[in-house]
Structures are given as C-alpha cells and as structure tokens.
C-alpha cells in the first residue's frame, strides 16, 4: 500500500492534515484503505489538483442535498476539479462502491466496485481522467486561472447543463459547496 501512497501523490501532496476525530468517526463506515489515506496525507489536492480528498464533515450537505435524504453508510471523499462529487457506499459488510454525482448534468453513476480500485484503478487510467475529471481541460485551466485552493473548483459560465461550454474561457474559481449547491437549484 505504501507504493500506492507515493504513486498517488508523487506529482503535487495534499497540504492539508486531517484530524483525528474525522477518523475516529468514521472508522467503521470507511475501509481502512481510506483512514489509512487520511491519517498518512491527510486532505488535499491530488494529480496536481485534478481530484481533492475532502473532509467528509464539509460535503456531507452537499450530499444529502443532492440525494434528497441522509444515508448513513454513504461517505462523501473526494471531489474533481469542476465540482463532481464522489462518495463511498458500504453496501453491506462485504460489498461497496464508488460513485459519483456529476453534478453538471445531474446524473449519479456508480463508477467502480472498491474503494482501493478508484484509487489503484480509475486515478491511474487515463481514459477515466478524461472522462470525468476533464483533465485536459483542468491542466488548461490552472495554467490560465491557477492552482484551486481548499475545496475550491473551476465553475462553468454558464453551467454545462444551461448551455455552458467546456471551454477555459468560461470557467471561474469558486467555493465547491456553493458551486453544487447553486448548481442543484438552478437545474432543478
């Protein structure tokens, strides 16, 4: 697992510490796999900010929201770039999986059967990056906008689903949770 860790974070580390207490909390609705990710490097950036390991605490409204109700073994980890938010789900003691609210176009797909095959797996493909984290278009837009800082995404100008265009010209930065929260209630 330690080759993971450094595969994961070789290009840009997470500058953020998690605490204790959020893995305290979670440890028995997580693998291990996950706390053992937190405690080494805490939250932060990965693949030079194309996904961010998130404080779950933070975007569990963000996820309830979207939902429509509160679900207990559903942890909220990670998000992209431009706002998609992935989540974990204990499906039983032996079954989970990831998946993903792309927030653009209001779908929720279930992306991989394990939480260790989104990291070892997904990250790692490059078809998936440019599938649903646009990295291309994320590498253009930190050249051209910037490094994200904590829990801050690229924004579309207007919104995919309004009519916005993946293009560097009409993205801005903003605040992640505001960004899925105005682009739950303006699509509805």
Request: charged share 30%.
């Amino acid at each position: 697992m330690m080759n993971l860790f450094n595969k994961l974070f070789k290009k840009k580390k997470p500058e953020n510490t998690s605490s204790a207490s959020i893995i305290e909390e979670y440890k028995t609705k997580v693998p291990k796999f996950l706390l053992d990710l937190w405690k080494k490097d805490g939250f932060g950036k990965l693949h030079n900010g194309l996904i961010e390991l998130i404080n779950p605490k933070d975007f569990e409204p963000v996820l309830w929201t979207w939902l429509g109700r509160e679900v207990e073994n559903y942890v909220p980890f990670a998000i992209s770039a431009f706002g998609e938010l992935f989540y974990y789900r204990k499906l039983t003691e032996t079954d989970e999986d990831v998946c993903m609210i792309d927030i653009q176009y209001r779908k929720i797909e279930t992306i991989v059967w394990s939480l260790t095959s989104f990291f070892e797996d997904c990250l790692e493909d490059e078809e998936f990056r440019k599938l649903y984290l646009r990295e291309a278009l994320c590498i253009e837009a930190i050249k051209s906008l910037g490094d994200l800082k904590k829990n801050e995404v690229f924004t579309f100008t207007p919104m995919l689903d309004l009519g916005g265009i993946e293009e560097v010209k009409y993205l801005k930065k903003g605040n992640a949770q505001v960004y899925q929260d105005i682009v739950f209630q303006m699509t509805m």
